[in-house]
């Protein structure tokens, strides 16, 4: 192992940042360490090739040469849908004249699509059996096609459903009713999922765990929090069998990191142990996902190991990104590097973390050396990663590199996005360089990309910083214009640079303008939302008929993880 490895294993193997220190090593393999803090982690061991990541020869094995034949065919299937994003056609071309298709491989290929969460290739495959004379749709087919709709959010489609299952005999059950209520909550709908839900504890049937967990979830992402506590203030208290579980308590800690109550999310954590219920990797993580402070976010990370849990990639992740933010880059390596040795291997997020821990800092090379490890780790870039390395030398300001860089994007066959450009313009606002930020905000105007908030601020401080009020104000003004209502924080740059008492007055008039203009709009939209949410599915569909389509031989379970989301992580780029 490279002697830099060891160098890191050295202060990794106590997480706690109470106990880590940097590295004064000497030599070729850490360089100026007391000069230049910059160039500490320049090492020749860098994200060294781990054997695990390699790529390998899968081996495969079948029964007999027939069950060969049917493995590689199905899969060649599969992948004739996937490519087709529509499942019916090659289902089709699969049928040989007035021949019903095997029953394994309909169900086979039901089974992975739902496997896979692909609800709206589900949905299709059902809805076409349902016309098919050959196929007998029965109960099973019509839960799993209301079920698909649940995870759509089609509620339109799904009532049908339900419908069309009644006129058939088939009563009313709890994965139905469930179904429905999921379809409302994912489609908006927040009030008429509330109401399937009472409707289901007064007069039946029975809700089940899925059942809470859902109703728990469409309240929270709802905003309807009190209702939520209700509900499990309820089943922690009841003499019922069913009581919470690890899942409800997730997102009950997720809630009151909606809420912004750290105090809250621990009582609950605390309550798991006292109830009984184990605490998961994800648990740790939810908790994790709340502190932006290191310090906080490694003592969770202690806390988990010492409890005998092994942290995950989103473990890793969130230590790694609290350290980058924090610009302590040795500890955000080390963290990355131990994860490998654990033998855990690194999503695309994770190394775009890691890519901005450094990108923060303007460490071009270092940034260079996990860019080019992600490739090799089968981890491809994506324009996250390729606007995160930009950052890099707009950090560095060097737009030179910077240049060079954002003619790579394209060439690699990537469309810049306003993050991109606003990266650029970040980096000439920042040189000062009026005349090249402009020309770059006039090129994303060109390519049909409208500025957003962010891009408009850093011109109207460019133009503030180098004495040019006036102007500054008329891109204050210019968001309005685009329908970008403006921050606080350019408000405050807008009052900031006001130097003269006319430029002041000027200033607090403008700001007292939106503050007003902003509570009007609020107001407005609340108004509007307070039937709980617009109907987003559109009712093309007609009602369900007994018919069978003519022969043509031509033709839950959500995982919570805390991690902050990507658009997240994108648009803090712009925002240091």
Sequence with gaps: MPQTLMFVKTFISVPSTLSWSKPQLCGDLITNVATNRRTEVVCLGMLAPRKFLQKRKKVEYFNDAHDEADQKNWRKLMTEIEEAGSAVPVLRSQRTKNQSLPKDLVVGTLVRFKQLKKWNLVSEILEWLRTQHWWNFNEMDFLMLITAYGKLGDYNKAERVLCYMNKKGYAPNVISHTALMEAYGRGGQYNKAEAIFRRMQSSGPEPSALTYQLILKTFVEGGKFEEAEEIFETLLNQSLPLRPDQKMFHMMIYMCKKQGSYVKARKIFGLMAERGVHRSTVTYNSLMSFETNYKEVANIYDEMQRAGIVPDVVSYALLVNAYGKARREEEALAVFEEMLDAGVRPTQKAYNILLDAFAISGMVEEARTVFKSMRRDRCTPDLCSYTTMLSAYVNASDMEGAEKFFRRIKQDGFEPNVVTFGTLIKGYAKASNLVKMMEKYEEMRVCGIKANQTVFTTIMDAYGKNGDFDSAVVWFKEMECCGVLPDQKAKNILLSL?????????????????????????????????????????????????????????????????LNGEHQHKRSFLQR
């Design 498 to 562: 006001a130097k003269t008492a006319e430029e002041q007055m000027e200033a607090n008039q403008l700001v007292r303008h939106f503050n007003s203009y902003a509570i009007e709009t609020k107001v407005g939209e609340f108004s509007k939302s307070v039937d709980g949410g617009k109907n987003k599915n559109g009712d093309k569909d007609g009602d369900y008929e007994d018919d069978e389509e003519k022969d043509d031989t031509n033709s839950f379970e959500d995982e919570l993880i805390a």
